[in-house]
DNA sequence: CTGAAAGCGCTAACAA
DNA sequence: TTGTTAGCGCTTTCAG
């Protein structure tokens, strides 16, 4: 069928009257070829429509010229924009990217590098699912080089980029600390992920700094953060003057509790969000947020990556590139500015 | 490097004592192996952690249980959502997807095309940059199933996801008219999309059945769409009643460009947009939209084309989905309620 | 039931 | 500068 009407190079000689081998030199232009042949094979090749079998290239070059990406989940804007950026710079470089989605869970995950490692890719970005500890090392290949991206994994040195989690969580913190609010609440979910841990613990910092108790208050899983789950545990007992949420999912389902329970964040309660996203500024109250450089996060995923691909060796790499804090106006201020 | 550690099929035969072809016939789970051989097969397998090498499989077989997608715009939170929907079923298929990103460039589009086949993909999703004509069947060698997504191509039979875009359009007019709203404006980009036109050929269809005159401003490239074109192109001289942006990203910058122009969408003028996103129902007031379901618009791409995988023949189809209107404020109801 | 041998399309020693 | 000859790791006739 494909093989039918797919000429190879065999074919790309013989009509250009030439050795497989020269074929294949003009194709990959080493030197050592007469012009002259090498003139005939590029009309050979373009005659016959050729186009070279990446896979057959791949499997005597022991590479495939492909990378691959596993993310919890697409939806999330943030990991949208991440993939959109590494896939820019592979791109650039001539690689594709196989995208496989986890949905946080390790065995998944696992499950997905197989298959990728199967498909002989080059190199893996992966957010894993489980930071706290290493769940796949033992099934990535020597030469197949990983970069973990938005999360760090216990004990495991592999080159990462990530944001400044702890010190954005404890600015904001410390943003509505400046507008007098002492009750600040903390919510979010899946407290084992490293993103998770960081900004509580940025949070707590910035809490003892200022002599007041924190307050965490986590779900297991983002399907629990419902509006009674807010009634109940942000709401029943103390009654916080803030609230902090600390990734997009639970900044959607705050949001959209707190509308149930009648109240408007940023003017009922104010409320610091990490992450980003459109509209943000559009809410009424505008929400004050961290911005992630989500695109930036995947290009430098990529760019480590291709530099260990290109050969560079020496010890990994920690990058951490600095959020943005983004005010608007549901922290408490009145007039739209940028810190 | 990676061959170093890599056991090979081979070195399992070994390892088992058996032959090569034997160790295949177990892999594959082929009939005629004795339990006793296979049993010492699947042993020396776990053994030596053996991991079939796909590249190699595929070259042999002539596929790569890989398809490849190519979308206009990762970070639109309905092409995400529609990858993630094709991905899951490819995953469930045991297939992987390559993604790439064509930027609305018909050009960028070939090239990426030309690569995904030369990874000898087994099947293509395209949400094509330019539906006018065809600009990507000659590249696309016989046997690799093409389903376009989003958009249908002029003239062109291949399999077809879309969505009910003239008659979404139509409806959503219909409803600003109930409105008693007449001077209604259509806003959108890219004339030449599919999409584009159908929503546009709804619009106006409705706007005739009424006996009021269209009014379409379309910006060449959504960059355009700013807050002076609004103000000179759409305020300027006739002041609409209404609002209908015909996607997410013209939503989105006419959403900005009104509040630039001291405008609140929904309040100052009724505006029904196309395409939901996250938080749309957190707008004050909430945005009426047109809801696509996008996750399984990537769903049925990818059920059509693994059925034409499996070696479905039969003529070309086009599966069309509902959309959903849904009701909330910035068209001028007061309250919420789902059509 | 099993195995030897021939490739899939390409690249790379090694000669000529 | 060229071409011949082996394979990469796997599947698959076709004999045993």
């Known amino acids: 069928m494909r093989k039918s009407d797919a000429p190879t190079l065999v074919d790309v000689a013989q009509e250009a009257d030439v050795s497989l081998k020269t074929a294949s030199r003009v194709l990959n232009n080493s030197k050592n070829v007469s012009e002259e042949k090498a003139q005939r094979v590029r009309k050979a090749i373009a005659r016959l429509g050729y186009r ?199 900044t959607m389902l705050t949001l959209r509790g707190l509308r149930q329970l009648k109240k408007t964040a940023g003017r009922d309660i104010p409320l610091f969000s990490f992450d980003d996203f459109d509209l943000a500024d559009m809410l009424t109250p505008a929400l004050s947020v961290v911005h992630q450089p989500a695109e930036m996060l995947g290009r430098e995923a990529a760019r480590l990556l291709f530099e260990r691909l290109s050969g560079k060796g020496g010890s990994c790499r920690a990058i951490v590139l600095p959020t943005e804090l983004i005010i608007r106006q549901s922290c408490g201020c009145h007039r739209d500015r940028t810190d």
């Open 52 to 250: 070279p079998n990446e896979l057959a290239r791949g499997l005597k070059a022991q590479r495939s010229a492909t990378i691959g990406m596993i993310v919890p989940n697409l939806s999330d804007p943030f990991t949208a924009n991440a993939v959109h950026g590494l896939q820019e710079v592979a791109r650039a470089n001539g690689y594709m990217v196989i995208l496989a989605s986890s949905g946080g869970d390790p065995d998944v995950e696992r499950s997905e590098i197989q298959t990728l490692v199967g498909r002989q890719i080059d190199g893996l970005v992966i957010a894993p699912a489980d930071g706290r500890r290493d769940t796949f090392s033992d099934i990535i290949p020597e030469g197949v080089h990983v970069v973990t991206f938005d999360e760090l994994i216990r004990n495991v040195k592999v080159d990462s980029v990530t944001v400044t989690n702890r010190r954005s969580a404890q600015e904001a913190t410390n943003h509505l600390l400046g507008h007098g609010l002492r009750k600040i609440v903390a919510i979010g979910a899946r407290a084992y992920l490293y993103t998770c841990k960081e900004r509580v613990a940025g949070y707590e910092a910035s809490m003892k700094a200022a002599s007041l108790a924190p307050r965490v208050c986590l779900v297991k899983h983002e399907s629990l953060l419902t509006a009674e789950w807010l009634a109940e545990e942000v709401f029943r007992n103390q009654k916080p003057d803030a609230i902090l949420t600390l990734n997009w999912v639970c």
